[in-house]
């Protein structure tokens, strides 16, 4: 099973320049998640889809946009990128049953914004 | 708000020693425990969960650990580590609500170096 793909895993773009990054799972999973990971500050999410047809800010949204295109596909937006926005993100995956679940994640995508 | 707080950001083991990482958590009920680790270039793999019960966890690769409400501590423990081990390790909290953000809050990790 290929679980959460990521697409691309490697980018360089420019300040000013626009990108989707793309996700899909084959779990069936209702919630998603991306998420970016900074040297010596773990993962911090940006947006979040607790199901098909809704997505909610996290803790650090600004510059980034997403869309729930369907249950298995949630992508991510760079309108204008920034050298701020270089980072390495993650796209999850979680189905809550009774309140909990586990985070299946993707294997990255290592963006360098110059 | 819900957040964790990993105090050792980077560990030296010696090849077959055991293994402690600090991980604690603030939350206002019960949470839900994960440990999750990273090889280098890799995404995040889950090593153990706490949801309720037993306090004491055990995980893949020889992991376990320990859910201390009196501390809210959950830290990871290894009686024995193994080259292979070396890596990035993050724990993280979950909220139960199942309404509003239900995403994990992670910890910002323990980058473990083994020593032969």
């Known amino acids: 099973n290929a679980g959460v793909t990521q697409t691309p895993k490697f980018q360089v773009l420019k300040t000013g320049q626009s990108m989707t990054l793309q996700c899909a799972q084959d779990?069936?999973?209702?919630?998603m998640y991306w998420y970016r990971q900074d040297p010596g500050m773990g993962l911090r999410l940006i947006y979040y889809?607790?199901?098909?047809?809704?997505?909610d800010k996290g803790e650090v949204p600004n510059g980034y946009n997403v869309s729930r295109l369907n249950k298995r596909e949630f992508s991510l937006r760079l309108e204008s990128a920034a050298p701020s926005q270089t980072s390495v993100y993650f796209c999850?995956?979680?189905?809550?049953?009774?309140?909990?679940?586990?985070?299946?994640f993707g294997q990255g995508t290592r963006l360098t914004v110059v | 708000a819900q957040s964790v707080t990993q105090p050792d950001i980077h560990i030296t083991v010696s090849e077959g020693a055991s293994l402690e990482l600090r991980c604690n958590y603030s939350?206002?009920?019960?949470?839900?425990l994960f440990w999750y680790v990273q090889s280098p270039g890799q995404g995040l793999q889950l090593l153990l969960k706490?949801?309720?019960?037993?306090?004491l966890v055990q995980g893949i690769k020889g992991f376990e650990a320990e859910f201390k409400r009196s501390q809210s501590s959950f830290n990871l423990r290894k009686p024995s580590v193994h080259w292979s081990d070396a890596a990035e390790y993050f724990c993280?909290?979950?909220?139960?609500?199942?309404?509003?953000?239900?995403?994990?809050?992670f910890g910002s990790g323990t980058r473990l170096q083994v020593q032969p």
């Open positions: 999850a995956s979680s189905e809550f049953r009774g309140g909990a679940a586990e985070a299946f």
């Open positions: 939350y206002g009920a019960t949470p839900y």
């Open positions: 889809s607790a199901s098909e047809g809704t997505t």
């Open positions: 706490y949801f309720s019960g037993d306090t």
């Open positions: 993280a909290v979950g909220s139960k609500s199942d309404t509003g953000r239900r995403a994990l809050t």
């Open positions: 779990m069936n999973h209702n919630s």
